[in-house]
């Protein structure tokens, strides 16, 4: 039986998807998520800028195809996407899917600001931080 073996990796391809491509599964979702990484990159670029702040600390964050430190937050807690990320990295950058981001209204966060917010009742959790910092509002 002949073989046809992936142009990236080098590993067999299914028989199956011999006439479509040349490349196997993994790297042909590879690819499709490299391409729709740059699209949303360019849309995240003209909706934050190049270095927008961190909405809490005030940090300079970056947007580029090589360093992406934006950690998008569900800013109120009642959003249908379980995870931001997985939205943009897993659906094509289209007029759809760029109204549905906005309607969502992340809010853009670094990582260490993200990693001190809980996600299930925040409120609660920020008013009995407040207590215990004896600030008081």
């Known amino acids: 039986m002949k073989r046809k ?4 990796c080098g590993r067999e391809i299914v028989r199956k998807c011999w006439v479509k491509t040349s490349f196997c599964r993994n790297c042909r979702d590879k690819r499709r998520r490299r391409k729709y990484r740059v699209e949303w990159m360019k849309f995240f670029k003209g909706l934050y800028s190049n270095n927008p702040p961190c909405e809490l600390c ?13 950690h998008f937050d569900h800013r109120h807690g009642k959003n249908c996407v379980d995870h931001p990320a997985h939205f ?3 659906r094509p950058c289209t007029h759809k ?7 969502f ?3 853009v966060l670094c990582i260490y600001c993200n990693s001190k917010l809980p996600t299930e009742n925040r409120g609660e959790w ?12």
């Open 5 to 8: 073996l992936c142009s990236d």
């Open 58 to 70: 005030g940090r300079k964050l970056s947007i580029s195809e090589s360093k992406f430190n934006i």
């Open 88 to 90: 943009w990295k897993e």
């Open 97 to 103: 899917n760029q109204r549905k981001w906005l309607e």
């Open 105 to 107: 209204d992340f809010g």
């Open 126 to 137: 920020l008013k009995k931080a407040i207590e215990y910092s004896g600030v008081g509002l």
